[in-house]
């Protein structure tokens, strides 16, 4: 009975394999896979030559392995968030609107209580944390909301709503007839993306497909979107053979006094990929291993060029029709490494890098920290760090990685808004009894549970060596991107050279 519903799962998962097309490096070329001269690779093709097989399955390859996982990622402490049911909008649009109002990372109330909370001394849990016997209770200043700043805007144009987004008329044609959208791709915080044919072009043009993106109707987006064209087109010069993994621009125009970019078409991104053949689960540790490839070597291609993307997660990473080949895109938030504007809400929260958070001057390594919440994410089908506010997510992060160093908390412009005078960090909770804010002072040594713990299954669990070796060597690797001082974090060229990658 047992060995029939193995091949009934089988089936089902053969049923979305992907097993007739190849995996590569580098799109655009033959899909046999590379080998130089008597076996040997060159050093400098090193880091382009896919690692993985000629092909993988999306899906976890047996029931075990994804009970496995599921079990393993399970929080007893915080709510997990699946990652194919997150809409990252709502948080960018809540992050939003506490930038523009200027709100601190506090409580919203007028005042706060204040918990002091000693650490208990048990061996077995080092967080075990519970109240001393004498709790001290004291009321906060008063919290201050300054007023919202205007958004500075343009004419709205007659064909956008309200918040400046171009209202889309499927069949509509753009660019004097050259293109005629067909379908609405989705919204962002900046732009409406669309799939269009070409009617218009040179020969061979005629007929394609296309996305492009309608930038809002502000000024504050227009130039935004003139910077992403831009990084675009440096990136693009940068790679001239389309080796590297970076959605390509092909042209820009404005339409009714909107901002237009042209871009190549392709499939579904990853948080799409999660949902449809690993939902709950993640995918197969192969198709997470050829993912994480590619979208190295797009890090490695931002690192050369000194762009920080500052935006990475699954939604903002396509693949192809076959699944095999994945796009880094939107760099609507992107901007060379000079620029180092500090702000607590720049990327994503969920992909949020503690430097980011605390307002340590922050370098192209708070992409390298996005890859590694995004490469979790895949494999489990989880969120890895689901923190509702700035304040949660750091909780989240020292549960995981344990306490940041003092060095790097003196030098954060907002630490004194988390930690106190001691070291203890400041955790932001609601009452479950009266739902209101309380702070509690958390004193963290040692990590909670590591992501070993997370995710190497038990000694019950019976895997192969290599599966074993395998997931050990993911687990080393998540381990480096997610280093809680930037300085220490891994870099583009070291994760290449990974075994995880590199077998």
Not at 128 to 156: G, N
Not at 348 to 355: I, M
């Amino acid at each position: 009975m047992r060995e029939s519903l193995r091949a009934q799962a089988r089936r089902r998962h053969q049923a979305l394999d992907l097993a007739t097309h190849s995996v590569v490096g580098t799109p655009g070329v033959s899909n046999t896979p590379l080998e130089a001269p008597s076996g040997l690779i060159s050093k400098r093709d090193s880091v382009s030559i896919s690692p993985t097989p000629a092909n993988f399955n999306l899906a976890k390859e047996n029931e075990e392995e994804a009970t496995q996982v599921k079990e393993q990622t399970q929080d007893g402490v915080h709510e997990q968030v699946l990652a194919a049911d997150y809409d990252p909008s709502l948080d960018r649009r809540e992050d939003e609107q506490r930038r523009v109002r200027g709100e601190p990372d506090k409580p919203a109330d007028d005042t706060q209580m204040i918990e002091e909370e000693e650490e208990e001394e048990d061996v077995d849990d080092m967080f075990a944390l519970v109240a001393s016997d004498k709790k001290k209770v004291k009321k906060a200043k008063k919290v201050v909301k300054p007023s919202a700043p205007a958004l500075i805007t343009t004419t709205l144009d007659s064909a956008a709503d309200p918040e400046g987004y171009y209202q889309i008329i499927l069949g509509e044609q753009l660019d004097g007839g050259r293109y005629q959208v067909f379908s609405s791709l989705g919204k962002g915080m900046f732009a409406i993306v669309v799939r269009a044919r070409v009617l218009q072009g040179e020969p061979g043009e005629v007929g394609k497909e296309v996305a492009i993106k309608i930038v809002r109707c502000q000024e504050s987006m227009y130039k935004a979107g003139l910077k992403e064209a831009q990084i675009l087109n440096k990136l693009t010069e940068a790679d001239p053979e389309d080796k590297k993994h970076i959605v390509r621009l092909e042209r820009t125009f404005e339409h009714r006094g909107h901002l237009c970019l042209v871009f190549e078409s392709l499939s579904m991104n990853l948080r799409d990929v999660v949902k449809r053949f690993g939902k709950d689960v993640g995918l197969n540790i192969k198709a997470v291993r050829a993912y994480a490839h590619q979208l190295l070597l797009a890090m490695s291609l931002l690192r050369k060029c000194n762009i920080m993307h500052a935006d990475i997660k699954p939604d903002n990473i396509l693949v192809n029709e076959q699944k095999t080949v994945l796009k880094l895109c939107d760099l609507g938030s992107a901007s060379d490494a000079s620029e180092n504007e500090i702000t607590p809400y720049l990327v994503s929260r969920f992909y949020r890098a503690p430097e980011i958070i605390l307002g340590v001057p922050y370098d192209p390594a708070l992409d390298i920290w996005s890859v590694g919440c995004t490469l979790y994410e895949l494999y489990t089908g989880k969120i890895l760090f689901p923190g509702r506010s700035n304040n949660q997510m750091l909780l989240l992060m020292m549960e995981l990685k344990g306490r940041f160093n003092s060095k790097m908390i003196k030098k954060a412009r907002f630490g004194d808004m988390y930690f106190d005078d001691l070291g203890a960090f400041q955790s932001v909770e609601k009452d479950r009894v009266t739902g209101a804010d309380v702070v509690r002072q958390v004193h963290i040594t040692k990590p909670a549970r590591d992501l070993r713990q997370r995710l190497m299954p038990p000694s019950s669990v019976k895997m192969k060596d290599d599966e074993a070796k395998l997931l050990a060597s993911f687990v080393d690797l998540l381990d480096k991107c997610l280093a809680l001082d930037p300085a220490k974090r891994i870099t583009p060229k070291e994760a290449l050279v990974h075994p995880f990658i590199r077998g």
